[in-house]
């Protein structure tokens, strides 16, 4: 049964604990302060104080603070009564059963809970990606795992073994066995992507293409050579690779190689990668 919070509960629930909920983790602890990069904005130095000891924050880059109401209010933007809900969800949970473990001791990650996504905090991150919410539950899953004895959460794109790609605002990261991943729909195309968002970026830019191909996501550009094997299969293989010399470098071997391939780098070569691409767009847009 749940336990319900009020106001005046709510107000002792750990700030430290609400932040990492919504995928704020400290860069610095001392016994009685966490410090952080501000939820707010984009920094490098960590300006965004928390007081252990009377549980209170501060943030120095705008001069404001207060208790951890007002902090959830402001970060989901959200009224008290759903900031309630909010910490009264968080209470309840921990902890989560074990469901899945891969390999932790090649990594130290131990996956904990899989889940559609619906954590505001990974939310948000696909939004400032530009990627919608229908598209990444397509593709990927809310990853609840521990890492050194703390618990975490991500998107997760599965791979071909059973590992997982995560990726919050904070890590990038991944459960081994690390692999590519690979979508067969038994179509007589393939299209290969470098990473995860490059997949959520062309589903938003041109899902007609993606639902019409097999799709491999390499996850890591060394997984070149282990994905040759699929080419030959298809009439016509789309790259789209990184705008960085190691992704130009893996377009240029395979279309040296494979006739079939096609590097499609040239739309959007004045930008890193296809989500680079999107936001760009998406900016002008407003």
Not at 231 to 238: C, D, F, G, N, T
Request: charged share 25%; proline share 2%.
């Amino acid at each position: 049964m749940k336990r319900k919070i009020n106001c005046e509960t709510a107000r002792n629930f750990s700030i430290v604990k609400a932040l990492e909920k919504l995928g704020h983790f400290p860069k610095k602890t001392t016994e009685k302060e966490a410090w952080f990069l501000s939820p707010f904005r984009s920094e490098t130095q960590a300006s965004f104080k928390v007081s252990k000891t009377k549980n209170r924050w501060y943030d120095h880059g705008e001069g404001i603070g207060g208790n951890v109401i007002d902090l959830v209010c402001k970060i989901l933007k959200c009224s008290i009564k759903e900031t309630l809900a909010f910490l009264n969800d968080s209470i309840d949970t921990i902890p989560f059963k074990k469901q899945l473990v891969f390999n932790e001791r090649e990594t130290g990650i131990s996956i904990l809970k899989l889940q559609d996504i619906t954590h505001p905090a990974l939310i948000q991150y696909v939004d400032s990606r530009n990627i919608t919410l229908p598209v990444v539950k397509t593709y990927c899953k809310e990853v609840w795992y521990t890492y050194k004895d703390s618990q975490y959460f991500a998107i997760g794109l599965k791979n071909n073994r059973g590992g997982w790609e995560l990726r919050n605002k904070i890590f990038k990261n991944c459960c081994s066995p690390k692999s590519y991943t690979y979508i067969k729909r038994n179509c007589n195309q393939l299209i290969i992507l470098e990473g995860m968002f490059d997949l959520l970026s062309l589903a938003i830019m041109d899902d007609v293409l993606l639902n019409t191909s097999d799709i491999l996501v390499l996850n890591s550009i060394s997984f070149i050579n282990n994905i040759e094997k699929y080419i030959s299969k298809y009439a016509l293989v789309h790259l789209y690779l990184d705008n960085d010399s190691t992704g130009q470098k893996a377009a240029q071997y395979l279309t040296d190689k494979y006739k079939v391939s096609i590097d499609k780098s040239s739309s959007y070569k004045n930008y890193k990668d296809l989500n680079d691409l999107l936001s760009h767009e998406k900016r002008e847009d407003i």
